[in-house]
């Protein structure tokens, strides 16, 4: 027989061991319910080799979340030749999402010159359908969006045109990449807004020096190849602030280093950038290799955010975003 002391304190454990299991992400569930303390969700992180002799493996990465108490990362592979000087397959972030369920958000990412699959009839339709059936693959293994996409081809190609069909009909959102080679658009981002206008159920989230150079107005497409000296002031005007208030499918990645170096020029704009725009940002560290340093930390917290907006970018929008 328990006392009724023992009975309550066995009680008390067991609801706190509850608790922690529901905030600790199993099987992909989140729960959010603590809005004092913004543990992270990083939309943006790499598994593998960058730069010879600098792998990030799934347990440092991990390690690198635990000191920086990132709950769950994001892992996108990195496969178009234009990406990466050392492929980073879809097969290791699944991999590290077997290993590290409760941590790890693997995406997928399928390059979208690879129309078909051997053997298939040539063919827009056909194409589009031949690209549903490998993401249909991913999504099963657990992918929860594509990314980093990041090819040789403008924005808004046809065969770019296709895959972004195939996302929106299976439901993968797409981080993409978009500086002067990969991904191009020009200054104003017209291709981009195509996209957006053609698919506006569709979660795009931009990444590089291309998509936050043109947080100002003034970005020439020479800025889209380079990031901005600092201090560097922002010019109102700039096609971001146009693009996320007129299409509520659009998200910015603020992982480094376009994200951060578009809030460090101008730390005035900054503020005022991220809260009214404080639906449609996330935080990402774009880490990829161990001992790698991330500004982002330091810089949002500087920004003094309302508590809101630091749970929205932190891990709001996230949770959100990737139905966690």
Same mark, same amino acid.
């Given at each position: 027989?328990?006392?009724?002391?023992?009975?309550?304190?066995?009680?008390? =454990?067991?609801?706190?061991?509850?608790?922690?299991?529901?905030?600790?992400?199993?099987?992909?569930?989140?729960?959010? &319910?603590?809005?004092?303390?913004?543990?992270?969700?990083?939309?943006?992180?790499?598994?593998? !080799?960058?730069?010879?002799?600098?792998?990030?493996?799934?347990?440092?990465?991990?390690?690198?979340?635990?000191?920086? &108490?990132?709950?769950? /990362?994001?892992?996108? $592979?990195?496969?178009?030749?234009?990406? %990466?000087?050392? *492929?980073?397959?879809?097969?290791? /972030?699944?991999? %590290?999402? =077997?290993?590290?369920?409760?941590?790890?958000?693997?995406?997928?990412?399928?390059? $979208? =010159?690879?129309?078909?699959?051997?053997?298939?009839?040539?063919?827009?339709?056909?194409?589009?359908?031949?690209?549903?059936?490998?993401?249909?693959?991913?999504? !099963? !293994?657990?992918?929860?969006?594509?990314?980093?996409?990041?090819?040789?081809?403008?924005? &808004? %190609?046809?065969?770019?045109?296709?895959?972004?069909? #195939?996302?929106?009909?299976?439901? +993968?959102?797409?981080?993409?990449?978009?500086?002067?080679? @990969?991904?191009?658009?020009?200054?104003?981002?017209?291709?981009?807004?195509?996209?957006?206008?053609?698919?506006?159920?569709?979660?795009?989230?931009?990444?590089? %020096?291309?998509?936050?150079?043109?947080?100002?107005?003034? #970005?020439?497409?020479?800025?889209?190849?380079?990031?901005?000296?600092? $201090?560097?002031?922002?010019?109102?005007?700039?096609?971001?602030?146009?693009?996320?208030?007129?299409?509520?499918?659009?998200?910015?990645?603020?992982?480094?280093?376009?994200?951060?170096?578009?809030? /460090?020029?101008?730390?005035?704009?900054?503020?005022?950038?991220?809260?009214?725009? !404080?639906?449609?940002?996330?935080?990402?560290?774009?880490?990829?290799?161990?001992?790698?340093?991330?500004?982002?930390?330091?810089?949002? /917290?500087?920004?003094?955010?309302? &508590?809101? *907006?630091?749970?929205?970018?932190? @891990?709001?929008?996230?949770?959100?975003?990737?139905? +966690?």
């Amino acid at each position: 027989m328990h006392s009724r002391r023992q009975f309550l304190a066995n009680t008390s =454990r067991l609801a706190a061991i509850t608790t922690v299991g529901a905030r600790s992400g199993t099987n992909c569930s989140v729960a959010d &319910d603590n809005k004092t303390r913004h543990r992270y969700i990083d939309i943006h992180t790499h598994l593998g !080799a960058f730069y010879h002799g600098r792998e990030l493996t799934a347990e440092l990465l991990v390690q690198f979340m635990d000191h920086h &108490d990132v709950e769950m /990362a994001c892992v996108l $592979p990195l496969i178009s030749p234009e990406s %990466a000087p050392i *492929v980073q397959p879809v097969t290791m /972030a699944l991999a %590290a999402y =077997r290993q590290f369920p409760d941590r790890i958000i693997p995406f997928c990412s399928l390059d $979208p =010159r690879a129309v078909t699959e051997p053997g298939k009839r040539s063919g827009h339709v056909a194409g589009v359908q031949g690209l549903i059936e490998i993401l249909k693959r991913y999504q !099963a !293994a657990g992918c929860r969006g594509l990314g980093e996409h990041k090819t040789g081809l403008p924005f &808004d %190609a046809p065969q770019q045109m296709a895959l972004y069909e #195939a996302c929106n009909k299976v439901g +993968l959102p797409i981080l993409f990449h978009l500086d002067d080679i @990969r991904n191009p658009d020009t200054p104003g981002l017209p291709r981009l807004e195509n996209v957006l206008k053609a698919f506006p159920e569709l979660p795009l989230i931009g990444h590089a %020096a291309g998509f936050w150079a043109s947080i100002s107005g003034d #970005a020439q497409f020479e800025d889209f190849g380079r990031y901005p000296d600092i $201090p560097k002031k922002v010019i109102a005007g700039g096609a971001l602030d146009r693009l996320l208030s007129r299409y509520p499918n659009l998200y910015g990645d603020l992982s480094e280093p376009g994200g951060e170096k578009a809030l /460090a020029r101008d730390l005035e704009f900054a503020r005022e950038f991220v809260i009214r725009n !404080a639906d449609q940002l996330l935080f990402g560290t774009d880490v990829l290799m161990p001992g790698q340093a991330i500004p982002q930390f330091e810089l949002l /917290a500087s920004l003094n955010l309302p &508590d809101d *907006v630091q749970h929205k970018i932190y @891990r709001g929008n996230a949770i959100k975003l990737l139905k +966690l």
